[in-house]
């Protein structure tokens, strides 16, 4: 669907920016994932998903705002790029993390998720995805309910929409796996895991500690983790049971080596933990939130995938939707 039938349909233009100025190879270059636009008389507010801080509008017979909404701290996701922002919106733990990544203070707007907040007269509900600490999904309620995912692990809390603009990481139909929970811990006792230390690290040392192991770590992982009270010492001062360490690390280590991930691309042994939803969950979570028009924005949809939905919804991805300078 071209993006301005979005317009008419659902009250709201989605749209990618285009920079003004070229780029290195002669071309404007696209901002990060996608905005949408909303037009109230001679008002318009811009919602920057997932992408770099918001500009200026240069049209002065019109009023104009923007807001860069942050759904979580994973640094493909750009909250890094708005921490001097005062126009981002992240949830507390985000904006926590992101400071202990950045060692600058987060300038932008706080909430706790489940919270609703208003930005320029637009409501907004807050919902927990599970994917990572702190990460959160924004439902606008406008004329219709558009509902902005981020990633995705547990769809269970979310809400029904009329859009859904979400993620398909493991958008593939290979990508079908269950988590491997009791393997983590059969394996732990003097093991070496490899995981990412934004999100990754965190549930994997909260299910450690939860099962008994004493739990060492890298100084990011072991600093991240503090933020929310999970006790990961640090490896270089003491010893643990299990130690956790960044996946491009772990063959620096010496030991019994395994990755967590759902990902098949490492060398080394892997466990099954994923903060992602896997193919058949991605349907679950559209046949749960039931929307007319789905959006992908992140990751990538299989041609099978776009199918299964297709015969009952409507689907856009990024390069469906207008480009417009910003
Ligand atoms: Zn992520
Ligand atoms: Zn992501």
């Known amino acids: 669907m071209h993006s301005l039938d979005f317009v008419d349909n659902f009250g709201f233009l989605p749209f990618r920016r285009k920079q003004v100025k070229a780029n290195r190879r002669g071309r404007p270059g696209l901002r990060p994932h996608l905005s949408l636009r909303f ?18 509008f240069q049209d002065p017979s019109s009023y104009y705002n923007f807001f860069n909404l942050i759904t979580h701290a994973h640094s493909d ?18 904006a926590n993390i992101l400071r202990v990544l950045t060692g600058k203070e987060f300038k932008g707007r706080c909430f706790s998720v489940g919270d609703s907040i208003k ?3 637009i409501k907004i509900k ?57 393997k ?4 732990a006792k003097n093991s070496v895991f490899g995981v990412y230390p934004v999100g990754k690290a965190q549930r994997t040392a909260k299910i450690l500690i939860e099962n ?14 503090s933020i929310f009270d999970i006790e990961v010492k640090n490896l270089d001062a003491e010893d643990g049971d299990v130690t ?3 996946p491009r690390n772990v063959y620096q280590y010496a030991g019994r080596k395994f990755i967590l991930t759902a990902q098949k691309f490492y060398r080394v ?31 990538s949809p299989s041609k099978s995938l776009i199918d299964e939905i297709s015969d009952e919804k409507k689907v856009s991805l990024l390069k469906d939707l207008e480009k417009l300078p910003g």
Do not use: W
């Open 269 to 299: 042994p892997r466990i099954v933990i994923s903060d992602h939803l896997d193919f058949i969950g991605i349907l679950e979570m559209i046949d749960h939130c039931n929307p007319e028009h789905v959006i992908f924005y992140h990751g």
């Open 212 to 225: 008994g192991f004493d739990v060492c770590g890298e100084d990011k992982i072991s600093n991240l983790c």
């Open 126 to 182: 807050t919902y927990p995805t599970e994917h990572i600490f702190g990460s959160s999904a924004f439902l606008i309620k406008s004329d219709s309910r558009i509902l902005i995912t981020g990633d995705v692990k547990d769809y269970s809390k979310l809400p029904k929409c009329d859009v859904l603009i979400t993620e398909a990481t493991y958008g593939n139909s290979d990508h079908i796996f269950e988590e491997e929970v009791e």
């Open 119 to 121: 930005l320029d007269g």
């Open 244 to 246: 956790l360490v960044s």
């Open 39 to 56: 037009n109230f008389g001679d008002s318009i507010l811009d919602f920057h998903v997932d992408s770099s801080k918001g500009s200026d």
């Open 77 to 94: 996701h750009y909250g890094q790029n708005n921490m001097n922002n005062s126009n981002a919106v992240a949830s507390v733990e985000t």
């Open 184 to 187: 983590l811990i059969e394996c």
